[in-house]
């Protein structure tokens, strides 16, 4: 039996697309301002345990500092601009903490789908530690964040230390044994590249219990293609284009 699911179809990615710098504050706020009211991040940890928001292993292309961001401090990365690679209007962005983006998000009656992204290396302390901070962040609260992940090894850290939030596996290719996984995890649903949908892969995953969501879906056709899929979830960076009310 497939679980219940309060989470709306349209997630938007990283807080507004590319319309914004990417996992930052800013680009959240102006998600909602198109209509969002579920986004996608990225958590990640740094030297001494923060999670904090960033996509990429590196620092490089989303601030001005260098090198591995799970190197530093928090004290260090709290002082990088997160918004100039962007655009000269969000010069000075800061990297937000995983705490800021839940404190925002509960105020406002948003959901949240956090992808945890460890430095590689680090899977299953980050899946851990952000489960410890997404449990104490959201408790009480009536609608929990999504975990996702490529990595099962995260998946299986947030278990340990955060089992009711539910979770879900993330796939660019169906690689051997994946539906196994996701059933070991207790997943609630996978993620797949949009592309890799097809009827039967639909077929198979329901009948797993699971949900069926998407990434990163920025064409009409792509969307209309998996809503007649019956999928249930699309990520999208075109929050601009995209209403999130349509059905």
């Not at 999670?51 to 990088?80: E, V, Y």
């Amino acid at each position: 039996m497939t679980t219940p699911w309060p989470y709306p179809r349209w997630i938007a990615h990283r807080g507004a697309g590319k319309l914004a710098p990417e996992n930052t504050l800013a680009a959240f706020r102006l998600g909602a301002q198109h209509g969002y009211r579920m986004f996608e991040c990225d958590a990640k940890l740094s030297s001494d345990g923060v999670p904090f928001l960033m996509h990429d292993a590196t620092l490089n292309r989303t601030t001005n500092g260098r090198g591995t961001g799970g190197d530093l401090p928090w004290s260090q990365l709290a002082q990088l601009d997160a918004g100039s690679w962007h655009s000269r209007s969000h010069a000075g962005e800061p990297l937000p903490t995983l705490e800021n983006l839940a404190r925002y998000c509960i105020a406002n009656g948003f959901l949240l789908n956090i992808e945890i992204k460890p430095t590689p290396g680090t899977e299953a302390t980050t899946g851990k530690v952000v489960g410890e901070h997404a449990a104490r962040l959201w408790q009480g609260q009536a609608v929990p964040p999504l975990f996702s992940s490529f990595q099962p090894g995260a998946l299986e850290g947030a278990k340990a230390t955060a089992p009711h939030i539910p979770r879900a596996l993330l796939l660019d290719t169906l690689w051997e044994g994946w539906a196994d996984v996701a059933q070991r995890l207790g997943c609630v649903a996978i993620v797949c590249n949009h592309a890799l949908w097809d009827t039967a892969l639909v077929a198979q995953v329901k009948g797993l219990g699971m949900r069926t969501l998407s990434y990163t879906v920025n064409d009409d056709w792509a969307a209309q293609r998996l809503i007649a899929l019956g999928t249930d979830g699309i990520i999208t960076d075109r929050v601009d284009f995209f209403s999130p009310a349509t059905a």
